[in-house]
């Protein structure tokens, strides 16, 4: 799907990333209404639900990568990583509260999936409002960008970075939550409370976040989050085998929390990307192509971690993250530092 956005994108090229970014949530808001259409009943054909996922997932798409590049055109020297981490915060407030509506449209008031992707749609078009009344000041945002998926070896650490993270993510989004369910027999309600809980706090930790890559610099923030993830990888594997007890479970729960807010990190590569740009019409497709990087390792990531599940046991797969973890912190090793008075200039 992110090559089908890729594909579309080159299409509209004389469009400027902050006009494209209008059109991505126009396709999103289509593909939700289209899909709340088919399940009033009006389209009978499950080809109908085909077209639209397509139409809303390639909106998501192109969303992506063009949500960072517009942050970034509008953002000035010292504060690019404080602006990432105030849409980080703001994207995840604006996630509490869509969750808030389900629960509250479905649980209370007994709404079906389609008056939720109406409400979901409403929401979109907001968005398209306000995407719309955008004025950038910059002209080479105004300029037409070709987005494409960009390769140059100028940008290799971002593309190994890319795609370590989006092996990592892929083995927490797939096997963390299998862990709290079916080893320590948590109830899908609770995998719910700890999402929300982490939510609540990334609204405050990642504009903070944002703050020390402005003033630390990517590459003391990014080996942290190697350390510390290796840590959460080691937490999960051998929590059980601490002499804790029933208490094990919670120091997987805080392994949870901890992973949940430690991939906001990915705003440190988008940031570094930027300051070691070799032209600035580079951003948006390498950007593409790091998150092109990141699904196309992802997908191979669930079928090799259920082998090495079945035949090795489920802690053998965060052994393998830890690794991940432990080329993040090397590969990190090989970024440039923050320049001498970056941070007394934040």
Not at 47 to 71: C, R
Not at 141 to 161: D, M, P, T
Not at 193 to 218: H, N, Q
Request: hydrophobic share 55%; aromatic share 12%.
């Amino acid at each position: 799907m992110k090559f089908n956005s890729t594909y579309i994108s080159g299409l509209l090229m004389f469009m400027a990333d902050v006009r494209l970014l209008g059109v991505s949530v126009i396709l999103t808001t289509l593909g939700m209404l289209g899909q709340s259409f088919y399940l009033w009943g009006g389209a009978p054909q499950f080809s109908w639900a085909v077209v639209n996922m397509v139409i809303l997932s390639t909106g998501v798409h192109l969303f992506m990568p063009l949500s960072s590049s517009v942050t970034l055109r509008l953002s000035e020297n010292g504060q690019i990583g404080r602006n990432l981490g105030l849409l980080n915060g703001a994207q995840t407030a604006a996630s509490i509260i869509g969750c808030v509506i389900i629960w509250v449209g479905m649980g209370w008031l007994k709404l079906n999936y389609g008056w939720v992707l109406r409400c979901a749609a409403f929401f979109g078009l907001l968005a398209i409002g306000c995407a719309f009344m955008m004025k950038v000041q910059h002209r080479s945002a105004h300029s037409g960008v070709k987005i494409r998926l960009l390769f140059r070896k100028e940008y290799a650490l971002f593309y190994w970075l890319s795609i370590l993270y989006g092996a990592r993510k892929q083995v927490f989004l797939t096997f963390a939550p299998w862990v709290i369910v079916k080893v320590y027999g948590q109830k899908p309600l609770m995998m719910a409370t700890l999402t929300f809980i982490a939510a609540v706090i990334g609204i405050v930790f990642k504009p903070w976040l944002g703050w020390l890559i402005d003033r630390l610099g990517e590459r003391k923030i990014i080996s942290a989050e190697a350390v510390l993830f290796l840590g959460v990888c080691l937490g999960y594997a051998f929590a059980g085998r601490l002499g804790l007890g029933e208490s094990a479970v919670y120091l997987v729960f805080a392994c949870f929390i901890i992973d949940l807010l430690l991939s906001s990190v990915a705003m440190a590569r988008t940031t570094y990307l930027h300051k070691h740009l070799v032209a600035e019409e580079d951003l948006t497709p390498t950007l593409s192509m790091g998150i092109s990087m990141d699904h196309m390792i992802a997908m191979s990531v669930p079928m090799l971690g259920g082998l090495l599940w079945e035949r090795l046991g489920f802690e053998s797969i965060f052994l393998a993250a830890g690794v991940l973890a432990i080329a993040n912190f090397f590969i990190a090793h090989r970024m440039p530092g923050q320049p001498a008075g970056a941070a007394a200039a934040v």
